[in-house]
């Protein structure tokens, strides 16, 4: 018998060689620290990306690979000054060790599917008492993540740099 989750796992295709190989031998060995940590958690994988939170020495960092096709895309809120960090690595590595420990969000998704309306407004109702943040995908402007626009110029400017 084959677990449903297993297919959907496949479809990031990340191996050992190929993270060293676009991250380069020092910050690969470097990130062997938090794979498989308990300081690397809330673990999320959807679709092509995984997500994880990982505690790092000056705090709390969150954490994104996007994987397409053979490139990877890696980010984070570590003060790092590399395009790849070590935790963008222990990300990959986890995943590769232990993808069963990935929250699934298609899977999520799909389990919604037998959900009352009711329900789903009550879910709602939460997530937005849990983080105002949520307001957004509403299009309300005001409840936008002023972190996150910070962080995406961020990465722009260092795109950019690596292009030079
Ligand atoms: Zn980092």
Redesign the pocket.
């Known amino acids: 018998m084959q677990k449903p989750q297993s297919e959907k796992i496949t479809k990031i295709h990340l191996t050992k060689e190929k993270l060293r190989e676009v991250c380069g031998e020092q910050i690969f060995s470097r990130g062997f620290e938090y794979v498989c940590s308990k300081d690397l958690r809330k673990r999320v994988v959807f679709k092509n990306s995984l997500f994880a939170e ?1 505690r ?1 020495n000056y705090g709390v ?1 969150k ?1 994104q690979l996007l994987v397409a096709g053979d490139k990877i895309y890696p980010s ?3 003060p ?1 000054e590399m395009y790849f ?4 690595v222990a990300l990959g590595l986890t995943w590769i060790k232990e993808p069963q420990s990935f929250l699934n969000v298609e899977d999520l998704l799909k389990s919604l599917k037998s959900k009352t309306k009711a329900e789903l407004i009550d879910i709602i109702r939460q997530m937005v008492v849990k983080s105002q943040n949520v307001l957004s995908v509403f299009g309300i402007k005001e409840f936008e993540d002023y972190n996150d626009e910070e962080e995406e110029e961020y990465f722009d400017d260092e795109d950019n740099e690596m292009e030079r």
């Open positions: 990982v790092g960092y954490t984070c809120t570590c790092a960090c070590k935790h963008a």
